[in-house]
């Protein structure tokens, strides 16, 4: 399928099953943010932008596939050595667009603020693990679409599964880094990477036919896009502050502002990335009511995930601290998904222990320690821990490291 497919065909498809969980879901959203009901303008552009691929990257896409003996041909060792290095004279010239269109940094970028944005997510520590694990990733297997494509990408495999679970958190991590958003900082390096995998997926699911564009959209396009983006910022700080974590608006405002920058950087569209998170928020609510309903891939790569506990590293007890894992991650779950998100993603019930527990903990770090002198050092001593620990979790002693690019 091609970017002019029929658009009238995707929304709607996508918008007809969205009357009991989308509905919801954004119900809540906009009593909580008393936002407005969307315009079909509003619901149009989300239709229009499922069929909108990223064509900076894939022009660089488009350049990779090139004979081997084309002077203009990309190579995944060029692409690499810019993203280290920087472009040269003598680079192809769809690299050294693509690179002049990454490192032309909007003036609307404030790099003080990007520091102070990831300074509050490294310091949410744990709850930004659990909120990210379960709310956003987990929680957004309810809706059809990217989850079905992740299922495509092979997703449902253990060994997948903990390694692609391994490398969103090493990307995050990196993003929060001080300094990380830099020009040669780590987390703005993986960005960019992230941003050609995506181009790649894209261009291998267009031209192989494995993917019904008429009902999903193109595998990796805007509206999905701007979501995901979502889940690292106005979602994130929802679900944090559910667990008890109190966010100051100066602090909202600098989280959204680094994640604005990430999502420019990404390549969503300028238009739909935000400083406010109420506007965050009201593109949140249209995009909830035209969500697919859950699939069959949602309840299997749920189950993955769940399951995936018991194969993680553990430095103590492994058995004991595997079974706790596991229990833990189910009861965070029953407390962010309900009994009926539980239900659709066919997952066991479990009380919701590990809210109260996550209360506990937030109410004493934060309220209490958080607002002495020392308060700010512990909680970036709480947010290394707890990034160190998944770290390990993951990667055992071999360190994290994000997957390569596929294979040329």
Known sequence: MTATTDVSR?????????DARGRQMGRL??????LREPSDADLAALGERLMRRDEPAAALVRAMRLPKDDPERVSMGRFHHALD????????TALRDFFAQVEATPAWVDRDLCERGATVFRRFGQNANDVLLQLSLIGGY????????LAETGGLSGSTTKRRLGETQTWAIAVGRE?????HGEGWKLTVHVRLMHALVNASF??????????WGLPINQSDLASTLNLFSGALMMGVRALG????????????HLWKYVGWLIGVDDDWLFDDERDQHQLSYAILLSQADVSVAGPQLAGALVDVQRDLHYRHLPAVSATYTRERLLSMLEGFLGTRGMRDLELPHRIPWAFGTAWVRNTISY????????????????GRRARDRARYRHFGDAGAEIGALPAE
């Open 245 to 256: 974590v109190p966010i100051s608006r100066e602090d909202s405002r600098a989280m959204m």
């Open 29 to 34: 959203l906009r009593i909580y943010w008393n």
């Open 179 to 183: 300094g990380g958003m830099d020009r």
């Open 206 to 215: 267009e031209r192989n036919g494995r993917w019904d564009s008429t009902q």
């Open 367 to 382: 309220r209490l320690i958080g607002r002495t002198p020392v308060g700010g050092r512990y909680l970036e001593w709480c």
């Open 142 to 149: 309810r809706f059809g679409g990217p989850v079905d494509l």
């Open 85 to 92: 290095a920087g472009v040269s004279a003598d680079d192809p």
């Open 10 to 18: 995707v929304l709607p498809r996508r918008h007809r099953s969205a």
